[in-house]
């Protein structure tokens, strides 16, 4: 089935942000694209594709490349949110605007297939001899992506032709030809499979298969090339091995390690190509990694990767505040990876760590209003020290506009024209509709296959209860196939009350398997099942081997994860504790503050202003006087002008 | 007055450490420099000094230069520290040893006494170009403090003259020639203060002057410098102007900024030239400057420098306990720069922060047995994650025994060779003596130009009774010239009795100023003063805009910081909690273990271990057990194998 035309959103919190992602991102990222945007760093990247286009038609051409060796993936990700979009709101406009980018696309494509206007306009002669620096299956996957996405939202095959023939070069280049080697960057063995899940064209799995299991079979391979290549991208490599994970091959990687978002899309790709190939080896190492990331080295935001050296992971447990790496396109990474491995096991933890990451260290990442994006997304912020110390000057004390590096906006923009792909899984037993919820948002999903419309109304993340109505196309009658719609229970709600068309369902009447709650049953027309999650106020506390974490407490509330800022708390965090046993309270809903939000309010102390001393160290234990803690969602923070943040709170 | 030849430690703490550099340091540096132990990073420091003489006297030599560019200054420090340490001990072996290196260098020395061996074998005819990175000035400073060191200790010139010779040279290029420019590591500004200081000319406190006042004025010397030269030691400069602090000129500097090492040997040669001088506008960004660090900036351990990048201070209040840089040599800087304030400014503060450094973040970079060496002193240590993190890879689990920078050990080894001159401040006032006690240590002070000495016994740091026995050498008479003895009282003490020849002495009695007890009236011939210092265990808060230790404590016991270390506590201190009202007891003093220690047990609680659990994050709060927790002094931490250790401990 195609979800993308099947679902969308009606309302609430997702739209907003998917209205946002429609109506300011898409179109602010197509004039950067295009160069049209005054006083950011230019782009180039349309450009690039007009120049090798040129010199493929001409023989020559009158400009230059510029830019990031992956610039091409700037107009791929477009691409692909753009088309996404379409499958929203149609508009002609947008649709014109696509076609003309394919076509460009396809002129700057070489005869054999190969298409990459860094190497086209740059450095002719030198494709595929830099695979650990250039990006070269990086940006080919990327447009990949954007031809399935295309193809999926508008049935229209013009940029699924153009990477179908890239793909081809590919698979001619390594399998036919047995070139060796694997992505520096891996993303291809995912975009492949989805390829291969859109053509059904076999070729395309095991080629994403190929590159996934000759990694680090020979993990010298990069030294080797950067060897004997005599050139390179950005000058020396430091060799490690860690970074680009061909350090071992993947079935024997037990620890997420190395540049976080190449990790999660390798990982993603693996367990794709697990699923489609049953290879339960595969399987096996997406969740030993799946575990070595959930269990060990994910903040409690969602966000990976501890170190801005590398953006990568580090060790098990080292989970520092201040220095937090947490890039917003590792977050994305990680929801795709959720989603995969939710395929392979239906399990709500999957479920659980994707709404973690989406509710707060993906939607970090972007301003309130979609005009602004973070790169990193760290779980503290001292003005003064964050952005400014030397060890701290990735973390910024406010978003940027728009980034040399423009990985994570147009990253933010795909995912979320595409949600539905996250909301549901669907599957097909025998003729018979399976259906699992997976996330929750006021949205509508039509099963014309199965006769079925799922209605959910929901005021989720601030309200906890969701409400599924499920009716058939026919009217009023009973239906006799069987169906089966499957909700997630999230970890985080201790006591959910679920009703069936307006009963009470005892635990008796319930089957909970794995986290979901399973109703088969149906035969009424018409059938509502409404759950109550538990939204009582969460005093959280880390694992006491996260040192950064020790004597702290967070505080969530459904899926939300919130943060103190300073602009709430007259301007000083450093000086608050969190009481020894705090009442925690939620705030009404407030439309009008933040894009509409619901604080929260805890009982906390602070030091005594006349107790305030300048000495650096002291004897002397502080006096502090009780106040109220005001708190806010994290994914909201920093969208009032540069102040005092942090997630985890010391406590008395 | 030579205090190197009229102060002797007679016992006690720093005894012991003072043998070791002389029994064990001094002796091992010197193979390491002859390149005659195995299985370390080669030196070859000596052989370059051979290369230099090869190729004045025959006009070209049969090996190469090899090592840092700064590697002569390895020479020079061990020079300086054997050369203070024949005044604690005269072995003929050992002055051969010297006068044949002094001999060496003489012969490495050009005609027209410019003496460098990486630009005389290495980089002939670059000489001056490259102030910025090549550390020309830098090895002068520490040849000349050489020069110095061993006059003073052994009365001979024969290295004195070389220096000069050096300096005059150094004089004809900046003064007479006018050559423009000032050095990139600070370090001759205090060199020729004290050369000037042996012989009296005034060219040499000129010339420090010069570099002291150039400094900065134009800011851009070292970019417009690699930009001309055409050539670099380490290839390209990030252009970081505070890192070499020539951002401002230096009486603009308000803040203690860039490289800590850099920054306070720089400020060592200001107060020495603010003194020389009486240019108060220099006095006055010395205390600037010493508040910036002091009051902002420095580790309870007085350790410096937040940040491995540049080595660098950060900015105020971020003083990250994992990431710690507090390099070993700052610490020898900041106790140089202490020791220069206490002659502006006799205050105790000044021996209070000379007290903090010496005692904790300088002994910690020592092995208890003198044989592996810190770097860095990080205040926390979690193995696993420490030293192995990709951001955290400078800080070692464990001190290694010699570096390719080898820096910290002499620098150690000069110090604990000349502790007197750390200890007493001695000055002249119309032909009677002032004497200031700055730092406690079980010894005595021969002042025969004022008939007296004076003779302490204490078993600090430890034993908080500190007994001054002053005694004429012309037996048992009154004597009627003036003398002053001033006594630090330090401010941890916060009830400190005082008694005058076994009596004690009320306030009434006592003439304290700025930290210091004034006894001037001696009218007997041996005359008897005793402190008792407050010896009992402080629990020492941070001020909260040091976020890294929001909701710690850390506890003190006179001048040492204590730490907990895994070994004594069970290998866990990460679900450890101080108590809210903890009680802290001293255990008696164990000669056995880690060379001498008085440990103290602190009431605690901890995660009991049947709840700990392998969730990151949970809302379930642990449940804890009392237990006590055992500290340690902080410089003995890490001589027992890799464990955890932490200084601030989080408190309930």
């Not at 195609?2 to 009606?10: A, D, G, M, R, T």
């Not at 520092?320 to 396109?329: F, I, K, L, M, Q």
């Not at 479920?351 to 989406?358: Q, S, Y």
């Not at 089957?511 to 059938?527: P, Q, R, S, V």
Request: proline share 3%; charged share 25%.
């Amino acid at each position: 089935m195609n979800i993308l035309k099947q679902y969308k959103l009606n309302d609430g919190f997702l739209l907003r942000y998917q209205n946002l992602v429609c109506n300011e991102v898409i179109p602010y990222q197509k004039k950067i694209l295009d160069d049209k945007v005054e006083g950011v760093e230019k782009s180039h990247a349309m450009e690039n594709y007009r120049q090798a286009a040129q010199l493929l038609e001409k023989g020559k051409c009158d400009g230059e490349f510029y830019g990031m060796v992956f610039q091409d993936s700037d107009v791929a990700k477009w691409l692909e949110a753009a088309s996404y979009s379409l499958s929203i709101k149609y508009d002609p406009e947008l649709k014109k605007e696509i076609d003309s980018v394919i076509e460009l696309v396809g002129r700057a494509q070489m005869s054999d297939g190969y298409l990459n206007t860094y190497f086209t306009v740059k450095e002719p002669g030198r494709q595929w001899t830099d695979l650990q620096e250039a990006h070269e299956l990086y940006c080919a996957g990327h447009m990949i992506e954007a031809g399935v996405a295309y193809y999926e939202s508008c049935g229209k095959d013009s940029l699924l032709k153009i990477v179908m023939k890239l793909a081809d070069c590919i698979y001619n280049h390594f399998i036919t030809e047995k070139a060796p080697g694997y992505p520096g960057h891996p993303e291809i063995e995912e975009a492949l499979m989805r390829l291969y899940g859109a053509t059904g064209e076999k070729r395309y799995m095991e080629l994403a298969l190929h590159f996934i299991n000759v990694r680090g079979e020979d993990s010298d391979f990069f030294m080797k090339e950067s060897q004997s290549r005599g050139w390179s991208v950005w000058g020396s490599w430091n060799g490690d091995k860690e970074y680009t994970l061909c350090h071992k091959p993947v079935r024997e990687q037990m620890d997420a390690v190395g540049h976080a978002v190449r990790a999660v899309y390798l990982y993603t790709g693996m367990a794709d190509a697990a699923y489609a190939s049953k290879d339960k080896s595969l399987e096996e190492a997406c969740l030993n990694l799946w575990k070595s990331i959930v269990n060990k080295r994910m903040y409690i935001t969602g966000s990976i990767g501890s170190a801005y050296e590398g953006e990568a992971f580090t060790k098990d447990y080292h989970l520092p505040n201040d220095s937090t790496y947490g890039e917003t396109c590792a977050s994305v990474g990680l929801i795709f990876f959720a989603n995969q491995m939710l395929r392979l096991q239906k399990k709500s933890e999957f479920g659980d760590v994707m709404e973690r990451v989406l509710y707060n260290g993906l939607l970090s990442g972007m301003e309130l209003d979609g005009k602004k994006f973070y790169y990193t997304n760290p779980l503290e912020c001292i003005p003064g020290i964050t952005g400014k110390a030397v060890n701290l000057r990735h973390v910024l004390e406010q978003r940027p506009a728009w980034f040399p590096c423009a990985c994570c906006p147009p990253n933010v923009a795909r995912l979320l024209t595409s949600i539905g792909k996250y909301i549901y899984s669907v599957e097909d037993e025998n003729g018979c509709g399976k259906v699992w919820v997976n996330l929750f948002a006021d949205g509508e999903l039509n099963l014309s296959q199965y006769k079925r419309k799922i209605i959910c109304k929901t005021k989720y993340p601030y309200g906890g209860s969701v409400n599924f109505t499920v009716t058939s196309e026919e009217g009023e009658k009973y239906l006799s196939d069987k169906f089966t719609l499957a909700v997630r229970i999230p970890s985080w709600s201790k006591k959910t009350r679920i009703y069936r068309n307006g009963k009470i369902l005892s635990d008796h009447y319930l089957n909970i398997k794995d986290g979901y709650a399973y109703f088969t049953d149906f035969f009424l027309a018409k059938e509502n099942i409404r759950l109550e999650f538990d939204m009582s106020i969460k005093k959280i506390y880390a694992n006491p081997k996260v040192y950064s974490d020790n004597g702290k407490v967070a505080f969530t509330r459904g899926p939300l994860v919130y943060c103190a800022e300073g602009f709430d708390n007259d301007g000083d965090l450093l000086s608050v504790r969190i009481r020894k046993n705090p009442h925690a309270k939620v705030l009404g809903y407030n439309p009008d503050e933040l894009s509409g939000v619901q604080k929260i309010s805890v009982w906390a102390k602070r030091i005594k202003s006349d107790d305030n001393n300048e000495c650096l160290y002291s004897d002397k234990k502080a006096a502090y006087e009780k106040i109220n803690l005001i708190l806010i969602p994290y994914y909201a923070w920093n969208n009032r002008g540069v102040n005092q943040m942090r997630v985890w709170l010391p406590q008395e």
